[in-house]
């Protein structure tokens, strides 16, 4: 698989480390109500999905920058590229526009 | 039809025109006390002992494609009671125990063949780790003995002992491990249930469970809707896909691992090898051809095929460890898909629907476990309590603080 860096351009997914599914970025709040549920659903349960796939995987060889990679898992093709970092700027914002 | 050697003597004769299927090809009916999801090994083991076990109920065993055409048939057929943790090993002690008596009470070939798995040391911790499991072996009843480099090398004199970086300093020996032929395994019971009264519906695609309130009370299907008292779900890498149609989340991902067989070569590896400096297990199949494999992809996946990279990483492990591999040529590689649990152990276990139970996350170790798989996921859909080799598979155990961690990875299920 060759994983088009926003950066670098395309790279051998040999590079890369894989972490897993991308909602590992959104960590419950500690101090909410239910935050030991809330901590058992977000370390353990997925949704694993057969198709469209956000999962996160690391430049290890690389850069060293964590990119949020948009995958087919039926048919391995890459959809989309993104920097983790800028996912994760991207979302509160989303929400407190929201 | 009962298969002795008068039988085939008398059938060779007759020109082979007397055998028949082995199992009907029936038709779904309304409604069954039990639907089991999933034609492979341990669907067809768990139709099988709850007909033998508790007979006298209706009994379906639902399968999306053909019989055995998932992992049972993609898998490198080892079969081991080599675990250290207490949750386990009495329950692959248990599944060792049936597969020493699955043929004589299948009436069945499946070449069982135990030739003996070595795991391999190189290192003084792996030596200890690999007595201490040793030791947890021998006391749930299963068989080990730690051999020194000489013991290894009169067993196996062509690995590389003169590997510098990772010595062979010996290996955990489990005389009763061995191989079976795994596509027999799946017809075998398959076989077995359908002389017993199951139902095997093939080309029957479950769509959607029938939930009313909190009970489960039939399934959809591509041949209509199927009603049931219990429907038991045993469908491996398609466990997430199936269980979120009843809404449920699994702590599960789902890995291909790829698996290899090379040219048929002369009588050269009698046993199981495990190296334990890379991730590499081999073993030479009847015809000749040595099966391996090694590491999962690492990403998830549903493609039954893997990728290039980690062929070479396969076979560079493969040849470190067994420089005469090099010799070989690889004739067929596949890739099967992995219920890859949370920290590495299965589940067999009730839901919180009522009426709904599952059987699963089995990783990369869901062949060795078939029959017990089968048997203790019958005996619960049966009583609604688990089996007392399978009462630590529970789907909250992560909720609870019990995990069963055999290598201590936590929650990264590519590592396990």
Same mark, same amino acid.
């Given at each position: 698989?060759?994983?088009?860096?926003?950066?670098?351009?395309?790279?051998? &997914?040999?590079?890369?480390?894989?972490?897993?599914?991308?909602?590992?970025?959104?960590?419950?709040?500690?101090?909410?109500?239910?935050?030991?549920?809330?901590?058992?659903?977000?370390?353990?349960?997925?949704?694993?999905?057969?198709?469209?796939?956000?999962?996160?995987?690391?430049?290890?060889?690389?850069?060293?920058?964590?990119?949020?990679?948009?995958?087919?898992?039926?048919?391995?093709?890459?959809?989309?590229?993104?920097?983790?970092?800028?996912? &994760?700027? &991207?979302?509160?914002?989303?929400? &407190?526009?929201? | 039809?009962? *298969?002795?050697?008068?039988?085939?003597?008398?059938?060779?004769?007759?020109?082979?025109?007397?055998?028949?299927?082995? #199992? $009907?090809?029936?038709?779904?009916?309304?409604?069954?006390? *039990?639907?089991?999801?999933?034609?492979?090994?341990?669907?067809?083991?768990? %139709?099988?002992?709850?007909? $033998?076990?508790?007979?006298? !109920?209706?009994?379906?065993?639902?399968?999306?494609?053909?019989?055995?055409?998932?992992?049972?048939?993609?898998?490198?057929?080892?079969? $081991?009671?080599?675990?250290?943790?207490?949750?386990?090993?009495?329950? *692959?002690?248990?599944?060792?125990?049936? #597969?020493?008596?699955?043929? !004589?009470?299948?009436?069945?070939?499946?070449?069982? =063949?135990?030739?003996?798995?070595?795991?391999?040391?190189?290192?003084?911790?792996?030596?200890?780790? %690999?007595?201490?499991?040793?030791?947890?072996?021998?006391?749930?009843?299963?068989?080990?003995?730690?051999?020194?480099?000489?013991?290894?090398?009169?067993?196996?004199?062509?690995?590389?002992?003169?590997?510098?970086?990772?010595?062979?300093?010996?290996?955990?020996?489990?005389?009763?491990?061995?191989?079976?032929?795994?596509? %027999?395994?799946? #017809?075998?019971? %398959?076989?077995?249930?359908?002389?017993?009264?199951?139902?095997?519906?093939?080309?029957?695609?479950?769509?959607?469970?029938?939930?009313?309130? +909190?009970?489960?009370?039939? /399934?959809?299907?591509?041949?209509?809707?199927?009603?049931?008292?219990? /429907?038991?779900?045993? /469908?491996?890498?398609? =466990?997430?896909?199936?269980?979120?149609?009843?809404?449920?989340?699994?702590?599960?991902? +789902?890995?291909?691992?790829?698996?290899?067989?090379?040219?048929?070569?002369? @009588?050269?590896?009698?046993?199981?090898?495990?190296?334990?400096?890379?991730?590499?297990?081999?073993?030479? +199949?009847?015809?000749?051809?040595?099966?391996?494999?090694?590491?999962?992809?690492?990403?998830?996946?549903?493609? !039954?095929?893997?990728?290039?990279?980690?062929?070479?990483? /396969?076979?560079? =492990?493969?040849?470190?460890?067994? @420089?005469?591999?090099?010799?070989?040529?690889?004739?067929?590689?596949?890739?099967?898909?992995?219920?890859?649990?949370?920290?590495?152990? @299965?589940?067999?276990?009730?839901?919180?629907?009522?009426?709904?139970?599952?059987?699963?996350?089995?990783?990369?170790?869901?062949?060795?476990?078939?029959?017990?798989?089968?048997?203790?996921?019958?005996?619960?859909?049966?009583?609604?309590?688990?089996?007392?080799?399978?009462?630590?598979?529970?789907?909250?155990?992560?909720?609870?603080?019990?995990?069963?961690?055999?290598?201590?990875?936590?929650? !990264?299920?590519?590592?396990?």
């Amino acid at each position: 698989m060759i994983i088009n860096h926003p950066l670098l351009g395309p790279r051998d &997914a040999q590079e890369f480390t894989y972490l897993g599914d991308a909602s590992l970025m959104n960590r419950p709040d500690w101090q909410a109500e239910g935050a030991a549920k809330a901590f058992h659903d977000y370390l353990y349960l997925r949704d694993n999905p057969a198709g469209e796939h956000r999962e996160l995987w690391f430049h290890e060889q690389g850069d060293r920058s964590w990119l949020v990679v948009t995958r087919n898992t039926v048919t391995h093709e890459i959809l989309r590229v993104e920097l983790a970092r800028d996912v &994760a700027l &991207a979302e509160p914002a989303l929400e &407190a526009a929201q | 039809m009962r *298969y002795s050697a008068l039988r085939l003597i008398k059938e060779s004769l007759t020109g082979h025109k007397g055998w028949q299927p082995q #199992w $009907r090809d029936p038709a779904p009916q309304a409604a069954y006390d *039990y639907v089991i999801i999933g034609g492979g090994g341990h669907g067809l083991a768990t %139709a099988y002992y709850l007909a $033998r076990q508790f007979g006298g !109920q209706r009994i379906a065993v639902l399968e999306k494609g053909w019989i055995g055409g998932g992992n049972v048939g993609r898998n490198t057929t080892i079969i $081991r009671s080599n675990y250290m943790l207490d949750g386990n090993e009495p329950f *692959y002690e248990f599944s060792m125990k049936l #597969w020493e008596g699955l043929e !004589q009470e299948l009436n069945y070939n499946a070449m069982v =063949s135990q030739r003996g798995i070595l795991n391999l040391v190189h290192t003084d911790a792996q030596r200890d780790a %690999a007595r201490r499991r040793g030791n947890a072996m021998i006391l749930n009843g299963s068989d080990a003995e730690l051999l020194d480099t000489g013991g290894v090398r009169a067993m196996y004199p062509f690995l590389n002992f003169k590997d510098a970086r990772f010595p062979i300093k010996g290996g955990l020996l489990h005389r009763r491990g061995g191989t079976v032929r795994h596509d %027999a395994v799946a #017809w075998g019971y %398959a076989r077995g249930a359908d002389m017993r009264g199951v139902d095997i519906i093939q080309n029957c695609e479950v769509t959607g469970f029938h939930i009313e309130g +909190s009970t489960c009370l039939g /399934v959809e299907t591509t041949r209509g809707f199927i009603g049931a008292k219990k /429907v038991g779900v045993s /469908v491996a890498g398609s =466990s997430s896909r199936v269980m979120a149609m009843a809404g449920m989340r699994l702590p599960i991902e +789902s890995h291909v691992l790829q698996a290899f067989v090379s040219e048929g070569l002369k @009588p050269f590896i009698p046993g199981v090898i495990t190296y334990g400096a890379g991730h590499f297990y081999c073993s030479q +199949s009847d015809k000749g051809g040595l099966v391996f494999g090694g590491d999962l992809d690492m990403y998830n996946s549903y493609a !039954q095929r893997g990728n290039l990279p980690v062929v070479e990483d /396969v076979v560079e =492990s493969g040849m470190s460890l067994i @420089p005469a591999l090099g010799r070989a040529r690889l004739l067929r590689g596949w890739g099967g898909i992995m219920d890859m649990s949370m920290d590495g152990s @299965p589940f067999i276990d009730k839901t919180h629907i009522e009426g709904l139970y599952f059987n699963g996350g089995w990783c990369y170790g869901g062949f060795k476990a078939t029959p017990a798989a089968g048997y203790c996921f019958a005996h619960l859909l049966k009583t609604d309590r688990p089996h007392e080799t399978a009462t630590a598979y529970r789907l909250d155990r992560f909720l609870t603080g019990h995990m069963i961690d055999e290598k201590g990875q936590g929650a !990264q299920p590519n590592l396990h």
